[in-house]
C-alpha cells in the first residue's frame, strides 16, 4: 500500500513571493503518477501538476514546478510569484501507473493537505 | 480535459433518507470514480464506476450502502443510502484522461 505525507498543515506566503510545499511518499512501485491538486474554498479538485516517476525531469506547469526526488521519495511543490488566488488548500497525491486491464488506474491515495494563504 | 457536471451541488437531509448524485461528462470516458472527502479530511476512492457491470468497491464501501450506476460513457450516480451523520461530506465525481485524474465541482451532503 502507499502512503502520502504533507508534513506542512498550514503555510503563508506573502503575495509575489515563492512558496514550496513539502511531500514525501512510500511505494514499492516503480512505475507511478505524483499530482499536485489546488482545492479553494470552493471545494472543486483543480489538478495543478503531474509528474511521471520515469521522467527525470521535474515538471513545470506555469508558476507551479515541482522537485521530484525518486530515490528520497520526495515531491515538493514550488509556486513562484504567488497569487491572491492561490489561497487554497493542496494535496499530493500518488496513483500506480495504468496496465491495461489493471484495477488500480484512478485510484488516488492523497496526502493530508497544506492550507496555503497568500497575503496581500 | 472534459468537463464534469455534478448536482446536486449541496443538500440537508434528514437521517434514514437517500439522496442520490449526479455525474455527467461532455465527452466519453472509460473510467469513472467516486470519491468521499469527511470534514477536514483528504479523499478517499469510494468505488470506479463500470461501463455496464457493477461497480468495483474499495475496502470499508459496501454496494447496500452506496450503489452506483453507471448506464453509459458519459453519466454516473452515486446514491448514499439510509443516511447518518457521519455520512456528511463532499462527494466528488472523477474522470480519467491521458492518465489524468479531473473532478466535478462535489456535492456538500449534511445529513441531520
Known amino acids: 500500500a502507499q502512503t502520502v505525507t504533507q508534513s506542512q498543515p498550514e503555510m503563508s506566503v506573502q503575495e509575489a513571493e515563492t512558496v514550496t510545499l513539502s511531500c514525501t511518499y512510500d511505494t514499492s512501485e516503480n512505475n507511478y503518477y505524483l499530482f499536485w491538486y489546488k482545492q479553494p474554498p470552493s471545494r472543486q479538485m483543480i489538478l495543478v501538476i503531474r509528474?511521471?516517476?520515469?521522467?527525470?525531469q521535474n515538471a513545470t506547469e506555469n508558476r507551479f514546478s515541482v522537485n521530484f526526488q525518486k530515490a528520497a521519495k520526495s515531491f515538493s511543490l514550488k509556486i513562484s510569484d504567488s497569487q491572491l488566488g492561490d489561497t487554497a488548500m493542496y494535496f499530493c497525491a500518488f496513483m500506480k501507473r495504468h496496465n491495461a486491464g489493471g484495477t488500480s488506474y484512478g485510484k488516488l491515495t492523497f496526502g493530508q493537505g497544506t492550507i496555503l494563504t497568500v497575503h496581500p | 480535459s472534459a468537463v464534469i457536471s455534478q448536482k446536486p451541488s449541496r443538500d440537508i437531509c434528514q437521517r434514514g433518507t437517500s439522496l442520490t448524485i449526479q455525474c455527467q461528462v461532455d465527452s466519453q470516458v472509460t473510467m469513472m470514480f467516486w470519491y468521499r472527502q469527511q470534514p477536514g479530511q483528504s479523499l478517499t476512492l469510494i468505488a470506479t464506476a463500470n461501463q455496464g457491470s457493477e461497480a468495483t468497491y474499495e475496502s470499508g464501501f459496501v454496494i447496500d450502502k452506496f450503489p452506483i450506476s453507471r448506464p453509459n460513457l458519459t453519466f454516473s450516480t452515486l446514491t448514499v443510502s439510509n443516511m447518518s451523520p457521519e455520512d456528511s461530506s463532499i462527494y466528488l465525481c472523477?474522470?480519467?484522461?491521458?492518465?489524468?485524474?479531473?473532478f466535478g465541482s462535489g456535492t456538500q451532503l449534511s445529513v441531520l
Open positions: 509528474q511521471e516517476a520515469y521522467k527525470q
Open positions: 472523477s474522470v480519467g484522461q491521458r492518465e489524468k485524474l479531473f
